[in-house]
């Protein structure tokens, strides 16, 4: 399948690899979405063998299974009737900085004894009339959520964007990397929050979309990590500076860090903009320590959310 034609089933996540055939990304929570009609298989073929790479299949809006990759393919069989389908990247075995400099390349998609096949995310001109929803920050965006004692797990399909995308019935678009700040102090400084805006990787840009609503949780880790009130206010103004021009038909949704940090310098700062709303989530109790937050309080931050926007 041609580069074009692939990125027509790919999420924003995804971009054109820039050194050959497939698309790259980035991102864990980057998906795949079709409707297809019969049965037959879909095949998914990978530029390398990625170890402990692992995909959820979606099917008609709900979590069917996880599936790991053995080698460079993998095969889905396709039901009976029609149906939508998504496939959610959910972990690969390494670094996040490996991840961002390296890129997890899609090589192929191939779809065998199916009778109807078609794209359901918006392509350009469609994106204006159903813009995506878009969510940046961190690793609680980016889905990394607590799936047992004291061990964390990407389970994007679960995370609260994800959930927040299919109850308003619009597409998702995600940028959030682990570790991530706006601040010195955040412990993980690759990619920086405003290089994630334009890139999925060191040379490769970002697909643009229309989106009408963009919400953005940064902080946390830069106040866990001892950022001064006057580091951060500082980190906040150029970023919100960047949101406007990356995203200039949108509204924000800024939502305070979850143990209560930094909430007047939101305010302070936003109040410099009229396309900002600030979301004080100090009442919600959502524990970020010592594991990230669970299923149901996902579902907890989701709900409140739904509320706002």
């Known amino acids: 399948m041609k580069n074009e034609r692939l990125l027509e089933f790919a999420s924003p996540e995804w971009s054109a690899n820039p050194e050959g055939q497939g698309v790259i990304c980035s991102q864990y929570g980057a998906y795949l979405a079709f409707q297809a009609s019969g049965v037959g298989e879909v095949r998914l073929t990978f530029a390398d063998e990625y170890s402990g790479l692992t995909w959820t299949l979606m099917v008609d809006g709900q979590d069917e299974q996880q599936l790991t990759v053995d080698g460079t393919n993998l095969v889905i069989a396709l039901r009976e009737e029609k149906h939508q389908y998504q496939l959610i990247l959910d972990q690969w075995d390494t670094n996040q900085v490996a991840f961002w400099q390296q890129g997890l390349i899609l090589s192929n998609l191939a779809f065998e004894g199916v009778a109807d096949v078609m794209a359901i995310l918006p392509n350009e001109e469609e994106s204006e009339s159903r813009p995506y929803i878009t969510f940046v920050g961190d690793s609680i965006v980016a889905g990394e959520l607590m799936a047992g004692v004291a061990h964390d797990r990407h389970r994007p399909s ?4 994800a959930i927040v995308a299919r109850d308003l019935k619009q597409p998702l678009n995600r940028i959030a990397y682990g570790g991530t700040g706006l601040t010195n102090s955040a412990p993980f400084q690759e990619p ?3 290089d994630a805006l334009w890139r999925v990787g060191q040379d490769v840009p970002r697909r643009r979309v229309h989106t009408d609503k963009v919400v953005v949780a940064y902080g946390l880790n ?5 950022a001064t009130a006057e580091d951060f206010a500082f ?7 960047e949101l406007v021009k990356r995203f200039h038909q949108a509204h924000f949704y800024l939502l305070t860090p ?3 940090q930094f909430k007047e310098i939101f305010e302070e700062e936003a109040s410099r903009f009229d396309c900002f709303t600030i979301v004080d989530t100090s009442s919600w109790q959502i524990a970020t320590r010592p594991t990230h937050p669970d299923v149901a309080a996902h579902a907890k931050i989701a709900k409140e959310l739904e509320l706002i926007l």
Do not use: T
């Not at 830069?222 to 001892?226: C, E, F, L, P, Q």
């Not at 980190?235 to 500076?241: A, D, M, Q």
């Open 158 to 161: 679960q995370s609260f964007p």
């Open 192 to 194: 920086k929050a405003i």
């Open 222 to 226: 830069d106040a866990n990590y001892g």
């Open 235 to 241: 980190g906040l103004r150029v970023y919100l500076l």
């Open 258 to 260: 979850w143990n209560g």
